[in-house]
């Protein structure tokens, strides 16, 4: 299983991205996919998350702005980010968590794809 993650981009302070990540391989299912990001210095942090049911969570900071959806007929979740600030400057990454057959049981493996810069500048 791969994650190709893609979107990022230098943007002005106000403006959006939307960051699209699309799981591709041999048998799964998605249970929950989300998006993570590494400031300089700083330890990585969940941003949002959504499960293949359609429930979401997001980072306080980011309520209101950003917006996770996932395509399940695509494998693919997008974050769209609106009303962008300086400090959501960092590297997001695509995380996923699939199920897998491995008979006579299912297992839940965790994915992650490359990152994808994003910058805003103030």
């Known amino acids: 299983v791969q ?4 979107g990022g981009g230098l943007v002005q302070a106000g403006g959006s991205l939307r ?10 299912t998605i249970d929950n996919m989300g998006w993570y ?14 499960t293949s049911s359609g429930s979401a969570q997001y980072e306080d900071s980011v309520k209101g702005r950003f917006t996770i959806s996932l395509d399940n007929t695509k494998n693919t979740v997008y974050l769209q980010m609106n009303s ?11 995380n996923a968590d699939l ?3 491995d008979w ?7 994915y992650w794809g490359q990152g994808t810069q994003v910058t805003v500048s103030s």
């Open 99 to 101: 199920v897998r057959s």
């Open 37 to 50: 990001r590494q400031a300089p210095e700083k330890q990585r942090e969940l941003v949002a998350s959504i």
């Open 3 to 6: 994650l190709q993650a893609s």
């Open 84 to 94: 962008l600030k300086h400090e959501d400057t960092a590297v997001y990454y695509c």
């Open 104 to 110: 006579p049981f299912d297992k839940l493996y965790t």
């Open 19 to 28: 960051l699209s990540c699309a799981a591709s391989g041999s048998a799964f």
